[in-house]
């Protein structure tokens, strides 16, 4: 069974830093693919960053490239990490924790098709 326990939502201002934990646990074959996704108040859930656990490449949205760096500790729990940089108010939200079995293509070229477990979300308030 997977379980995701996020730590680290707080208020800062804006031009701060915050850094997010997801405690990861359960089945590898059921968390190759782990990310973190926001949602604020109206509107809809969009994803921030994500990795595949078997490779070495991140991907981030365009609103935080170059201000979020997303990292993954190995051991028992895994951990992972979204360290927020140059905080703006548009970041505030509730910050979700995600993991999800990996899909493969013909030529064994993994992807991330979607998130099957989600952590209880951490909220982050940034106020100028």
């Known amino acids: 069974q997977v379980h995701l326990v996020e730590s680290g939502g707080d208020s800062v201002q804006t031009g701060g830093s915050l850094r997010l934990s997801c405690a990861v646990s359960g089945p590898t074959t059921t968390t190759e693919c782990l990310g973190w996704f926001r949602q604020a108040p109206g509107k809809e859930r969009e994803a921030v960053a994500s990795?595949?656990?078997?490779?070495?490449?991140?991907?981030y949205s365009l609103a935080v490239e170059g201000r979020f760096s997303l990292s993954r500790e190995e051991g028992a729990p895994n951990t992972l990490t979204l360290e927020i940089n140059n905080t703006k108010k548009d970041d505030s939200a509730v910050y979700y924790c995600a993991a999800g079995p990996a899909g493969y293509t013909r030529r064994y070229t993994p992807y991330c098709p979607s998130y099957t477990y989600w952590g209880q979300g951490s909220q982050v308030t940034v106020s100028s």
């Open positions: 990795l595949y656990t078997g490779g070495t490449t991140t991907v």
